[in-house]
């Protein structure tokens, strides 16, 4: 398998620290709200890493963290009356509500920044010790020319940093480069006791500890966003390495941009999306064989149209995989023909076609394709008078990929109660237009009903509405 490395800027094929196991990393939520569909990208992309290498046969240690501490989730707490806590537990929940509609898995360990402050302290008095740290009346920094290499990720130089860099002459920092890995508490925040009195850590230096706890000195993957390779990454590096003394990563992945109908996501634009916003018009599955059908590196637009073909693409996956459970029970159980065992023995190209994608840096757009092309072959091939060999060999093989991807997995049972959930929430939606004298939208809404071969019937006790 090849992966791109942001670190050498090239393909570079894959070889974990220890033979059949992959130590992997990637950056989770910061808990103060319900994350957006950019947040969703990366947590797609690096579950379906995850499950390839498993795939392919890895023992893979995949730890995705919970940032409790923070700015962001403080000031939200002083805006709800509640502590900090309640609400990145609050969040949590509703992290893995929406991770679960959209088909990721768990990580093995998600582990949060408050339940990591004794190795976060570990790390920051060692960084001290090394002379790489220093502290100014309770805030420790980072001393970032301590550390050679560091811009080594992102392809910064020092020299051009700290002459963009805003020098604010009541900075304590001895650079305008240095940055927080111990914060001194202020009133009203949430801290712990540490060798420089109460405070709570910088957020660059929660990853590179809670890395260290649970999967050692050095990882084979860390992964994230392309926003995340400077500064939050570069200043990983120059931790972990700083105080490890070896090499934090092989394998720096980082999944691209989203654009909203061609424009970045702005909460000033009015184009800013929470999953949980998204999923009052879509199955969130649909959301996710839209970020698979392109590549995780190149940027994508997010758009109604794009959606809409995704979600008919899902569809065609989903009518084929019900197609093959139906002739399971309508097929003769015999053995197979001549002709069909030799179109068993054919179907392994399809698997290898997907193999060879998704081991071209994790290419799922191909990969789809290959599964597409399984359909078809499968569509074209399979009757009610094929053996249920054949039939069960060929959606054996479906399954398999699916899993791979996390798309088309529920059974027809599931997913039908997600369409009756679609349904409800458009009649909803109609019903909020209707009310609001928007009957544009309200007769557009129930001619896409209808043109599902869904019918509406406006009643005293409120619209019914049933299959055609």
């Given amino acids: 398998m090849k992966l791109y490395n942001t670190m050498t800027h090239r393909k570079e094929t894959f070889e974990p ?37 498993e795939y392919v046969g890895y023992d893979v240690t995949f ?53 990591t402050i004794p190795e976060i302290i570990d790390m920051v008095q060692t960084l001290v010790d090394k002379g790489l740290a220093y502290n100014i009346d309770g805030n420790v920094y980072y001393a970032v ?48 006791e540490s060798p420089w009195g109460k405070g709570r850590p ?25 926003d995340l390779i400077f500064p939050h990454h570069e200043n990983e590096i120059a931790q972990s390495e700083g105080a490890n003394g070896c090499t934090f990563a092989h394998y720096w992945v980082h999944n691209g941009y989203i654009n909203i109908d061609n424009e970045k996501m702005s909460k000033s634009k009015g184009n ?11 199955d969130l599955e649909v959301v996710r064989m839209f970020m698979l059908m392109a590549h995780y590196r190149s940027p994508v637009n997010f758009s109604d149209e794009l959606l809409t073909q995704a979600k008919n693409a899902l569809e065609r996956l989903y009518t084929a995989k ?40 994790l290419n799922t757009a191909d990969a789809i394709a290959a599964m597409f092309e399984l359909v078809r072959d499968a569509n074209s091939t399979l009757i009610e008078t094929s053996s249920v060999q054949t039939v069960k060999a060929a959606l054996h093989m479906f399954d398999q990929l699916s899993d ?54 406006d009643t005293r006790d409120g619209v019914k509405w049933h299959k055609a």
């Fill in 63 to 115: 730890v995705q963290n919970f940032t409790d501490v923070d700015d962001k989730i403080i000031n939200r707490s002083h805006e709800e009356n509640c502590t900090a806590k309640e609400i990145a537990d609050k969040y949590i929940k509703e992290y893995f509500t929406d991770a679960d509609a959209l088909g990721i898995r768990r990580a093995d360990v998600h582990p949060r920044v408050s339940d």
């Fill in 322 to 361: 019900f197609q093959m459970q139906y002739l399971l029970d309508h097929c003769e159980d015999k053995a197979p023909s001549e002709d069909e065992a030799q179109w068993v023995d054919h179907l392994q190209r399809y698997n290898d076609q997907f193999i060879a994608a998704m081991d071209d840096d």
């Fill in 272 to 282: 800013f999306f929470t999953v949980r916003d998204i999923a009052k018009k879509y």
């Fill in 17 to 53: 620290i220890e033979a059949g196991k992959v130590k992997m990393y990637s950056c989770g939520p910061t808990v103060y709200n319900y994350f957006h569909i950019g947040n969703a990208r990366p947590f797609i992309v690096f579950d379906v890493l995850r499950r390839y290498l």
């Fill in 202 to 226: 910088g957020w660059h230096i929660e990853c590179s500890a809670m890395s260290r706890k649970f999967l050692g000195k050095t990882i084979d993957i860390h992964g994230g966003g392309q």
């Fill in 404 to 457: 791979v991807l996390g798309l088309a997995t529920k059974n027809k049972d599931e997913k039908e109660g997600s369409l009756e959930d679609e349904i409800e929430a458009l009649i909803e939606k109609r019903q909020a237009a209707r009310k609001a004298k928007d009957f544009a939208t309200a007769d557009a809404i129930r001619d896409d009903l209808a043109a599902k071969g869904i019918i509406l019937e």
């Fill in 145 to 192: 020319e301590k550390f050679p290499h560091y811009g080594c990720l992102s392809g910064q130089n020092i020299e051009d940093l700290e002459a963009g860099a805003r020098i604010d002459v009541n900075d304590e920092k001895q650079s305008p480069l240095d940055f927080a890995v111990w914060k001194k508490a202020k009133p009203g925040e949430p801290y712990w």
